[in-house]
C-alpha cells in the first residue's frame, strides 16, 4: 500500500498544502509546534475518519475557518487498484467522505480503504496505563482489518447505554425485568461477537510479538499477552461457550448491577496483560522492558496486517525516534527497510542523525511544508 500526495486545506494549521509523497521512507523535520505531529495527524483522519487525539473534530479546523478538506491518493499493490479519499468536515458536525469520488455514509465504509500503524511516544506507555488504552488498541486494529467489527462495537456501546438506563429504573421501581432480558439478549450476542474477533486477532499477534521480543531481547526475554476477561476461561474457547459463560456471569451479577445501574459484565471490562517471562510487565517489568514489549507489539502489528492483507499498512512515527535507544531504534529501522515498508517520521533536525535511511525530507514550519534536499541529510544510523 503506498500513499501517493495528500492535499490539505484548513487542517491545524495548515491552511493549504499538497505533498507527493515518496513510496518509501519521508522524514519530516522541523522545530516543535510547526506542524509535523498535525501531518500525520491527517493521515490517520483519512484511514480512521478521525484523530488519534482525545479531541472534537471541531478543534481540528483551523483558526476562523469553517471546514476542513483533505484528500489522498493511494495505490493497494494486493489487487493492484488506485484510490481517492476525500474527507470533508464542516462545523456543527456535518462530514463528508469520499472514496472515488461516490459518497458513503457510514464511517465503517472508510474503514480499511487506507491502513495505518502508528507509533508515538504515548503508545510507550500502553502497558502502565490503564485496561481502556489497550481495549482501544485491539479495536482500532481490529476495526481496519475486519469489516463489521466497528459497527458492531457501535451497536454494542449503544446497547450499553440503554441497557444502563433500564437498570437505574428498576432500581428505582423495580419494575421491566423482563425488558431487561431483552437488553441482555443483545449484550450478550454483540459482546460474545467482539470477544471472538479479539481473541482470534490476539491468537496472530501474540507469537508475532513474542518472537520480535526476542530477537530484540537476544534471546533473553520471552513475551505472553493474555486476554483477561471473566467470559473466556481458556484462549481456546468458541462463541457458544462465550455466550453460556456471558450469561452465567449476568445472572450472577443481576442484583449487583441494578444496585449500582451501569453494567458489569462484558468486553467494555475486559483487559490485556502482558507478561515477561512469566512476570506481569506492568507490575514488576523495567521501564527498558516495557518499551521493548511495545515496539515487538507494534512491529507484529506491521506483519500481521501483512499477512491479513497482502500489504504493510502506513507506518506513521511521530517523535518516537529519540524515545528509543540504539539497539531498539536499529531494529525498528531494519524492518522499515528490509520490508519497503511507506513510513512517515518526524522528528527535530537534531534528533535525526547517523547514516541517511530517508528518500525524500520534508522541512515543516509554520505549516508550510517544503522538500529539502536527501544528499547530506543523514536522519538516522545503521549499524
Known amino acids: 500500500m503506498i500513499l501517493k500526495t495528500v492535499e490539505i486545506t484548513n487542517f491545524r494549521n495548515y491552511a493549504q498544502e499538497k505533498v507527493e509523497l515518496n ?27 478521525r484523530s488519534f487525539k482525545n479531541i472534537k473534530d471541531d478543534e481540528i479546523i483551523n483558526w476562523h475557518k469553517d471546514f476542513f478538506k483533505i484528500k489522498g491518493t493511494l495505490y493497494k499493490e494486493n489487487i493492484n487498484r488506485d484510490f481517492e479519499i476525500e474527507i470533508t468536515y464542516e462545523r456543527k458536525g456535518k462530514k463528508t467522505i469520499k472514496i472515488n469520488g461516490v459518497i458513503y455514509r457510514k464511517l465503517s465504509d472508510l474503514l480499511g480503504v487506507l491502513q495505518v500503524s502508528t507509533f508515538t511516544p504515548e503508545d510507550l506507555t500502553i502497558i502502565k496505563d490503564g485496561p481502556q488504552k489497550r481495549r482501544k488498541y485491539m479495536d482500532l486494529e481490529i476495526s481496519q482489518l475486519k469489516k463489521g467489527y466497528y459497527n458492531n462495537l457501535l451497536d454494542y456501546y449503544r446497547v450499553i447505554k440503554q441497557r444502563n438506563n433500564l437498570l437505574k429504573e428498576i432500581n428505582f421501581n423495580q419494575e421491566n425485568h423482563a425488558l431487561l432480558e431483552v437488553w441482555d439478549n443483545q449484550l450478550i450476542n454483540l459482546g460474545s461477537r467482539i470477544i471472538k474477533e479479539r481473541m482470534e486477532f490476539l491468537k496472530i499477534l501474540v507469537p508475532l510479538s513474542r518472537k520480535f521480543q526476542w530477537e530484540i531481547s537476544k534471546g533473553q526475554e520471552k513475551l505472553d499477552i493474555t486476554y483477561n476477561s471473566v467470559l473466556v476461561k481458556n484462549p481456546y474457547e468458541g462463541q457458544k461457550e462465550i455466550i453460556n459463560n456471558f450469561k452465567k456471569e449476568l445472572k450472577e451479577k443481576k442484583q449487583e448491577e441494578i444496585k449500582k445501574g451501569i453494567t458489569l459484565v462484558g468486553p467494555h471490562r475486559d483487559d490485556l496483560i502482558f507478561y515477561i517471562n512469566g512476570k506481569e510487565l506492568k507490575k514488576y517489568g523495567s521501564q527498558g522492558q516495557q518499551r521493548s514489549a511495545v515496539l ?6 506491521l ?3 501483512y499477512n491479513d492483507t497482502g500489504d504493510y499498512p502506513i507506518l506513521l512515527l511521530d517523535d518516537v525516534m529519540s524515545e528509543l535507544d540504539d539497539t531498539r531504534r536499529n531494529f525498528l529501522t531494519n524492518i522499515i527497510r528490509k520490508n519497503n515498508i511507506q513510513s512517515l517520521i518526524t522528528g527535530a533536525n537534531e534528533e535525526l542523525k547517523g547514516n541517511s535511511l530517508a528518500k525524500e525530507v520534508f522541512k515543516v514550519r509554520e505549516g508550510k511544508i517544503e522538500k529539502n534536499k536527501v544528499n547530506g541529510f543523514n536522519p538516522i544510523r545503521m549499524e
Open 296 to 301: 515487538s507489539l507494534k512491529v507484529a502489528e
Open 303 to 305: 506483519k500481521l496486517f
Open 23 to 49: 513510496d518509501n521512507i519521508n522524514f519530516f523535520i522541523g522545530e516543535n509546534g510547526q506542524g509535523k505531529t498535525n501531518f500525520l495527524e491527517m493521515v490517520y483522519y483519512l484511514a480512521l475518519g
